[in-house]
């Protein structure tokens, strides 16, 4: 039997709060520390690791702001996460779409398929893959990240999209179709406009996971032309390991989009969460 007194209802809730402030210092903890000890120098990190500057050091985030080589990692970062995200949703879209509202042989086991990519772990393909882009001339190209990651991001968003537009009504396509509107008139006026939330979720799924991709661009992109942010942020480790201040304040400009860009995009991720589990 269910125990709902004032008592505990409290304990209950006591409960809760205790297990978000701990989850919640347990990663905030190692941010504060890098943004903290990035306005240090390196004998206030021996001397007072976890206490506050004294005097507050800005000459090493100014140095990593004033460096070209930050700003074409960013960009190059900004780009390959914006083409990736752009290809994963539209691609999937129109796959989920189709295994959605249309009845087909084979449909299940074509699904299946597709949802069996989530198993395929990276490492596995690295050899393979790395051979058949030097085929394709795709090396040391934002191509050569961005398809591979497109293709890898798939699977995971035709199984969210697909359960999202297996949701929507029949009665919705059936009065369309009533009014002329045929298979693609459906998608792109109707079930893509009522697909606002779930959409925005794959797009901040895709965007946070290629922005945070190291192996794939370390495998592709050996000059460092087009090399991204999290290789940036090794490369930079490596040529001021002795600088540890330094390095922390490059690791928390590197996180700093992403931070951003979650921040903004939490409520339209939370929505789309919430609407694919609730909605039918």
């Not at 490492?123 to 050569?144: C, K, Q, T, Y």
């Amino acid at each position: 039997m269910k125990v709902n007194t004032p008592r505990a209802r409290l304990l209950r809730h006591t409960g809760i709060y205790v297990a978000a402030f701990l989850t919640t210092a347990f990663v905030a903890t190692p941010i504060l520390f890098a943004l903290l000890g990035g306005f240090k120098d390196n004998q206030q990190l021996r001397e007072n690791a976890l206490g506050l500057p004294n005097p507050w050091n800005v000459q090493n985030y100014t140095d990593v702001l004033e460096s070209g080589a930050f700003w074409q990692q960013v960009f190059s970062s900004i780009f390959i996460a914006l083409i990736t995200t752009f290809i994963v949703v539209a691609c999937s879209a129109m796959i989920a779409f189709v295994f959605a509202r249309f009845a087909f042989r084979g449909r299940e086991g074509l699904f299946t398929l597709f949802a069996a990519g989530m198993m395929f772990p990276f490492a596995v393909a690295v050899l393979p893959l790395f051979i058949i882009l030097r085929s394709f001339e795709l090396l040391n190209s934002p191509l050569g990240v961005i398809l591979p990651q497109a293709a890898f991001g798939l699977p995971l968003t035709i199984i969210i999209l697909r359960t999202f537009f297996r949701s929507i009504p029949g009665e919705v396509e059936e009065a369309a179709t009533i009014d002329g509107a045929g298979p693609w008139l459906f998608f792109t006026r109707i079930l893509l406009p009522m697909s606002r939330p779930v959409l925005a979720t794959t797009s901040v799924l895709a965007l946070v996971g290629s922005w945070n991709s190291f192996l794939l661009p370390l495998v592709v992109l050996q000059k460092s032309t087009w090399w991204t942010l999290p290789l940036g942020v090794t490369q930079f480790s490596g040529q001021y390991a002795s600088d540890t201040a330094k390095v922390l304040a490059f690791v928390m400009l590197a996180m700093l989009p992403a931070l951003v860009f979650y921040a903004f995009a939490e409520r339209h991720l939370i929505s789309g969460l919430t609407s694919g589990g609730t909605k039918g």
